[in-house]
């Protein structure tokens, strides 16, 4: 089953605007990883957080992390129309015996910043 | 060179056409990927080299058989596809032997459509 659940599925703002993505996952992780994709396009990583982390900042971005209910947000703020793109998170947990960790990736939430 | 390249960018095949696709990284990362996303779904591991062995192969159909000649190269070879098997192939790295911990550094992805 999917490890990564984000909402929404879809999220329109204005720019300068905040947007506020969630994701939701179900068992144990080592860390939580943000990426980007814009259309059609590779993915691009955005910020890790580890489970013992709470909080985590970089640039306009700030993640925070909550293992007890197995969930975390992406915050960016001052949105710019380039920001616009789909968000996925994406967990990591022990695949076999403590080696080849498995990076599994949510449903990811669409963004679109309208200028 | 921080980036993963990919090649063909696109490519059209027919079910019974044999084809490959290529991904280099020179990064000096000790784990590479191959992704299968579909439109509007998250990425979907395929199979996880680990120091240029395969360790994590998530029940793909023989039809897709992988090949890791060297650190720094991924083949993807393809023969007998289905047109269900048509999307984003994408390709990643990451730093660690750890397969999936930590960052990973994705290619540009080839369009794969079979007809």
């Known amino acids: 089953s999917q490890q990564g659940e984000e909402d929404p599925q879809a999220l329109s703002i204005q720019e300068g605007e905040n947007a506020t993505m969630n994701c939701s996952y179900k068992?144990?992780?080592?860390?939580l990883q943000w990426y980007r994709q814009n259309s059609g396009r590779g993915l691009v990583h955005l910020i890790l957080?580890?489970?013992?982390?709470r909080e985590k900042h970089s640039g306009r971005l700030r993640v925070t992390l909550d293992t007890s209910k197995k969930s975390s947000s992406l915050l960016i703020t001052a949105s710019r129309a380039a920001d616009t793109a789909s968000y996925f998170c994406a967990t990591d947990r022990d695949n076999s015996g403590g080696s080849n960790y498995k990076l599994t990736f949510g449903k990811g939430t669409l963004l679109t910043v309208n200028p | 060179d921080t980036e993963v390249t990919q090649t063909p960018k696109h490519l059209v095949m027919g079910m019974t056409n044999k084809k490959s696709l290529k991904c280099e990284q020179h990064m000096g990362h000790r784990a590479m990927y191959w992704y299968k996303q579909k439109a509007k779904k998250p990425p979907e591991l395929m199979f996880v080299y680990s120091y240029e062995k395969l360790s994590i192969n998530e029940s793909v159909p023989s039809r897709f058989s992988p090949e890791c000649p060297n650190s720094s190269l991924l083949n993807l070879h393809l023969h007998a596809l289905q047109p269900e098997d048509s999307a984003l192939y994408l390709c990643a790295s990451s730093r660690s032997g750890l397969a999936g911990a930590g960052e990973q550094f994705f290619g540009p992805g080839t369009r794969l459509t079979v007809l």
């Open positions: 068992t144990s992780i080592n860390n």
């Open positions: 957080i580890r489970s013992n982390e």
